[in-house]
């Protein structure tokens, strides 16, 4: 069960060259598929997010202990404008120092979140210089002429600012992390406007009544025209996303020519199922239906981001759709902390997501339920870290897999129905509720109902490797293969399932082999998972 998927693996992780670790990059590969390369060669990024408050040096301590137990890779945190210029035009970077230290010390990477001009949608992490003086730095105005609390995205001295701290952050970054401790910046946070869908001072008006810019019309493949005209109902929207894209963008591309680190934006979302409702909550980010405006808008902006606290696996299978795209990796910075979030590791990871973070990962005390848990504790830890603990050591060989292999992942949803894809010859089901051994309509014997019987508990996730092999871990779930299309007479079966890991240069170890009970009623994944290397094959 060597092959050439592994040789491929194996150059994969040797190209980091032995001087400088090159810079992080995000790389399209030629079936659309992403990879965040670090230090030269794949990585997956299994994130925590710190609570909004905890960017403080005397924090960090209420935050180390939560990453070691997740066994996450990855911490995201803020650095927030107000700390770094608290007066206009003196830097203090100390924050971002004590952050690099610890990061160190505890042998994982950063993301820094930019809380900017956008935080929520409100400037609350503003400098006191920007959010009182409404001349120099103002808010949107709404169509009668009241202030909005959101800063316009039309003012050029308030971009300007903005621009001129996030540089200064980066050019720290170049100068005090030469070994990119720090492999991605989130370029402000939440983008938009709850309330009001665009701002309506006089110049956005001007703009609004004037014609969408012919970049836009000619990337989307539409004949030019006004806002209304191109966009009809949502023409607010497109309008608000378009300026705010461009916005953020030239925050970015500033950053980019000092150390040119990958950059994101993340959205807070709307009902993925009602593109009405999503246009207002909130107006102006990246939001699952302006997707198209912003990558058109922000080329600089390496990918546009979910962040989803939905527990409903019907509307988090469709808002991941929305974002894996070919011209967007697939990342999810910020989901609930919840026990049923855990769940969607699975989906995600199918889906090649090349990062996860469940937030409000600290010992600070604080619960944003009903968003996420009301308490962090060790219960709803282990329904992340049990995934964390499994992925961690094989993290840079399987984002090279998901990055250049057929993947599908499945969450269990409020019905618990089965879930299933074909994968070449091969359909793969998922189902859930069930013990290790057995079936569904057994009548002859009494048994007692699953632990997971009505929990949101379950998912899983297959990487095919070959026409008839395939890499596949889960958690409360059972994984049958069966053949799609059976010939006459033909029948499928598993010749040979190992249950290992990877080593580091890419290499297969098996632990041991699965057979008789453990494989008579399909591959049954408990809530502490394990990988599975399955030979599959026929016979008449």
Known sequence: MRGAPFLLLAALLAAAPAAAAPLPRIVTQPNGRHLLNVDGAPFLMLGAQANNSSNYPAMLPSIWPVIRRLHANTLEIPVAWEQVEPVEGRFDF??????LRGARENHVRLVLLWFGTWKNTGPNYAPEWVKTDTGRFPRMKTAD???HYVLSPHARSTLEADKRAFVRLIEHLRDADPDNIVIMVQVENEIGSYGLARDHSPEADRLFRGPVPAELARKLGKRPGTWSEMFGDFAD????SWHMA???????????AVKDLPMYCNSSLGNPFDAKAASTTPSGGPQWNMIHVWRAA???IDLVAPDIYNRDAREVAALLGYFDRPDNALMVPETGNSIDHARFFWEALGRGAIGYA????DETGYSNYPLGAKTLDAPTIEAFASKYRLFAPIARTWAGIAATHPIWGAAKGADAADRSTVMGRWKVTAMFEMWEFGERDWTWIKSDPHPTKGQPLGGAVVAQLGPDEFLVSGSDARLRFSLDKPGA?????MLRVEEGTFDATGRWVMRRVWNGDQT????????EPVLLRVKLGTYR
């Open 489 to 493: 007479g033909e029948n499928g079966t």
């Open 358 to 361: 469940p937030f409000g990962m």
């Open 298 to 300: 922000a080329p600089h």
């Open 94 to 99: 100390s924050w971002v120092d004590a952050l």
């Open 145 to 147: 002429g009241k202030t």
């Open 237 to 240: 929207q497109a309008f608000a």
């Open 520 to 527: 008579d009623y399909g591959l049954n994944f408990t809530a």
């Open 246 to 256: 461009r916005y953020a963008d030239e925050i970015a591309a500033a950053g980019k």
